[in-house]
């Protein structure tokens, strides 16, 4: 196979990869004591349909298209609502999840699936509602209160 083509299949796979993670990675044991998973699963499944539903008002209406003159990137609508859900992870996830979100983008713009402004629209256009998701889900659960440093002493406030 050539470099493109390995590059056009791996472009086509990152998505379904990463998704397995997310819905596989909460089941081991240190991230399951941190989640409610039940919230967390919900929480991705509305991210991703949110996505979805993004690219069919946007292939009914042509919003996107007549007014910026761009096209909406169902790739990175998806790839966001995805990487969300590993943010979620811990903050390794999170630093990562912005690595491979840049390496993502720059192999779309590279492939010629979409440019720049298209992707970066996208993004911005659903990374608020995808925010405000996790905001509502609350799907961390809440830590345990702080050691008190002397333990016979008052309770802190």
């Not at 909406?72 to 903050?91: K, N, R």
């Not at 970066?120 to 996790?134: G, I, Y």
């Amino acid at each position: 196979m050539t470099l493109n083509g390995d590059l056009d299949l791996f472009s086509h796979t990152i998505n379904p990869m990463l998704g397995l993670l997310a819905l596989l990675v909460p089941l081991k044991g240190s991230h399951r004591t941190r989640l409610i998973l039940p919230r967390y699963y919900a929480a991705t499944l509305s991210g991703v349909a949110l996505a979805y539903a993004w690219m069919y008002f946007e292939r009914k209406y042509q919003w996107w298209e007549h007014v910026w003159g761009v096209t909406f990137s169902t790739h990175a609508a998806v790839h966001v609502a995805i990487l969300s859900a590993l943010c979620q992870l811990g903050s390794r996830w999170r630093g990562s999840s912005i690595l491979i979100g840049c390496a993502y983008s720059i192999l779309m713009v590279y492939r010629h699936y979409h440019a720049p402004s298209d992707i970066a629209l996208t993004a911005a256009a659903l990374l608020p509602e995808v925010m405000l998701v996790w905001w509502l889900a609350q799907a961390h659960r809440a830590r345990a209160p702080a050691i008190q440093a002397h333990a016979g002493g008052p309770p802190a406030d």
